[in-house]
């Protein structure tokens, strides 16, 4: 199986703020890369596909980048509303494979 | 608009077999390009993806749960089904099925999960 690593698990950031979580696969995974943001208590929401893909409906705030086994997810400028918990996710091969999350607290 | 519902038993005992069924509206299972998947989330963990099945009726399943699992799919009742035989106190989990758009080519398919349930939260428990 692919292992999905991210860091940081967790991060702490004002509003206005930068902030990039990573996640690192154990080989590689070419483009096929995506990443979820979850609110506590509900379903995870894609944000982003094939490393760089905005989802319908996702604010341009959030972008992608990365290819092979190195991925990076950025908020250009934090939101009150971003705060949850981030997965990644490698579509490349079975079993499919998420990260452990990056849980991100708005101070 | 899409949606999915995921519906089933919320306390099963141990060595029982699970049945969920997830009932959506919006789409079709019989249109090229779409699939259904069923991830889990153990309380307070990561998630976990568990099988997908197709518009082609092509399955594919987690090898961790070792032949423990079942997808099947009734296109009349746009509905997907998921079976876990012999049930475990660490599967309990919320389980969530979702809609996948699929990529293909030569070499295979490829999927992210754009449209979720609410999830259902199973418990197992004697």
């Known amino acids: 199986d692919i292992q999905m690593t991210q860091s940081p698990s967790s991060v702490s950031a004002s509003v206005g703020d930068r902030i990039t979580i990573t996640c690192r696969a154990s080989q590689d995974i070419s483009s096929w890369l995506g990443w979820y943001q979850q609110k506590p208590g509900k379903a995870p929401n894609l944000l982003i596909f094939a490393v760089s893909s905005l989802q319908s409906g996702v604010p341009s705030r959030f972008s992608g980048s990365g290819s092979g086994t190195d991925f990076t997810l950025t908020i250009s400028s934090l939101q009150p509303e971003d705060f949850g918990t981030y997965f990644c996710?490698?579509?490349?091969?079975?079993?499919?494979?998420f990260g452990q999350g990056t849980t991100l607290e708005i101070k | 608009q899409i949606t999915l519902k995921e519906s089933g038993p919320t306390l099963v005992k141990p060595t029982q077999t699970l049945t969920l069924t997830c009932t959506f509206s919006?789409?079709?299972?019989?249109?090229?390009?779409?699939?259904v998947g069923w991830i889990r989330q153990p309380p307070g963990k990561a998630l976990e993806w568990l099988a997908l099945i197709y518009w082609t009726d092509n399955k594919r399943y987690s090898p961790s749960l070792k032949n423990r699992l079942t997808i099947t799919k009734d296109t009349s009742k746009n509905q997907v089904v998921l079976s876990v035989t012999n049930l475990d106190p660490v599967d309990t989990a919320t389980y969530y099925c979702a809609h996948s758009t699929v990529f293909y080519d030569s070499s295979g398919y490829y999927s992210y999960f754009n449209y979720w349930g609410q999830g259902t939260l199973v418990t197992v428990s004697s």
């Open positions: 996710q490698q579509a490349n091969s079975f079993p499919y494979t």
């Open positions: 919006g789409f079709s299972l019989t249109n090229s390009g779409v699939g």
